[in-house]
């Protein structure tokens, strides 16, 4: 089944305290990125990645990191999660190219107290 | 920077009603149209989309057309179902290399 994956999917942690928010798909796809979702936000995007070793920054990067080594994976990185950075935050993929839908991943909802 | 607007919710239906959602976008040229839907506790889904003007994008029992000389694609449906309740996103791809541009989605509640 093609689908993008995250883990986890509820996290809840402490402001400080590294983590890592892992982003699979299996559709081959070159393009990958990283958004939140706040209330009366809508959807903001972090990163994207448009290839291997090609990553961007989005609207709202800071505090956050991430790479791509393999097609993929794009993990979203927290080197010192903040409060600020309590969201739901959803990974996508899609081919290469602006008519493409993308495909989203259901979502990791993180609690930094 | 380019931006997409689309109507404030909540919007509260009975079933059966017809729905409208307008959606107008800010991109010049000719950027891709797209109509998300995100289900409670779930991730966005394609809904429908159009990628030249005049496309009609349909799926579901939703519409919507791409019309270049009011930059808007407004989202009907012509009776909504209780199944219906969700938020919809539209979006352009009018941001940089392609990216997705979101409008802030609209949270519809459909009452039997």
């Known amino acids: 089944e093609a689908q993008v994956t995250q883990n986890p999917r509820y996290l809840i942690t402490v402001t400080g305290k590294k983590l890592t928010v892992t982003c699979s798909q299996n559709?081959?796809?070159?393009?990958m990125s990283w958004y939140r979702q706040d209330p009366g936000l809508g959807l903001r995007q972090i990163y994207y990645?448009?290839?291997?070793?090609?990553?961007d920054k989005g609207d709202v990067p800071e505090g956050y990191k991430v790479s791509r080594k393999e097609k993929r994976n794009f993990p979203l990185i927290l080197e010192s999660p903040s409060p600020n950075q309590t969201s739901l935050y959803f990974c996508a993929s899609r081919l290469r190219g602006q008519t493409y839908e993308q495909y989203f991943g259901p979502g990791t909802r993180l609690t930094v107290t | 920077g380019n931006s997409v607007t689309q109507m404030e919710g909540p919007v509260t239906l009975s079933e059966e009603a017809f729905l409208t959602i307008n959606c107008t976008y800010t991109?010049?040229?000719?950027?891709?149209l797209f109509w998300y839907v995100q289900y409670p506790g779930e991730g966005l889904q394609l809904l429908l989309k159009a990628t030249k003007a005049d496309d009609k994008g349909s799926n579901k029992g939703f519409e919507a057309t791409y019309r270049k000389e009011t930059t808007s694609f407004h989202l009907e449906k012509g009776s909504v179902q209780v199944s219906d309740s969700a938020v919809y996103f539209c979006a352009d791809s009018g941001g940089s290399q392609g990216n997705l541009i979101f409008g802030k989605g609209t949270k519809l509640s459909v009452k039997p």
């Open positions: 991109a010049t040229g000719y950027p891709s």
């Open positions: 990645s448009m290839n291997v070793e090609v990553t």
């Open positions: 559709m081959n796809h070159e393009y």
